[in-house]
């Protein structure tokens, strides 16, 4: 959900899980064959550098789900903010929303907390 909102986030978010770095990896082998051309392999040369050093993060967004629970934790080197996203809660209220009601609310409002920690947590 936060990634549709990127534009609103300062700086430069990169992925970093374990599956990311493991695909980005094989991409940079391939752009390394054979079977790559020169555009493919110069962009293959930067994934490797760049999974070798990453550049230096100062705020950690971390999602982990369990049981349609999303725990959400911001942390920076000022602190660390949480939330929580509870998908069975928020659909068991949209039932209970009038009709002109933005059913999207709940998300946006996660997302806007987010990007308020991520700031708040920059600028400490």
């Known amino acids: 959900m936060l990634f549709t909102e990127m534009s609103r986030l300062p700086g430069t978010l990169y992925d970093r899980t374990g599956k990311t770095n493991m695909f980005r990896s094989k991409?940079?082998?391939l752009g390394m064959s054979k079977?790559?051309?020169?555009e493919f392999r110069k962009s293959a040369k930067v994934t490797r550098q760049s999974l070798h050093s990453p550049s230096k993060v100062d705020v950690d967004i971390h999602f982990e789900t369990k049981?349609?629970?999303e725990s959400i934790t911001v942390r920076g080197?000022?602190?660390i903010r949480s939330f929580r996203f509870d998908f069975d809660q928020v659909q068991a209220n949209a039932k209970k929303l009038p009709k002109n009601a933005d059913p999207f609310k709940p998300f946006m409002d996660t997302i806007a907390k987010?990007?308020?920690?991520?700031?708040?947590?920059r600028q400490l």
Do not use: F, Q, T, W
């Open 27 to 29: 991409e940079a082998d």
């Open 114 to 121: 987010i990007i308020a920690a991520v700031v708040e947590l």
């Open 67 to 69: 049981d349609r629970v």
């Open 35 to 38: 079977y790559a051309n020169k």
């Open 77 to 79: 080197k000022h602190g």
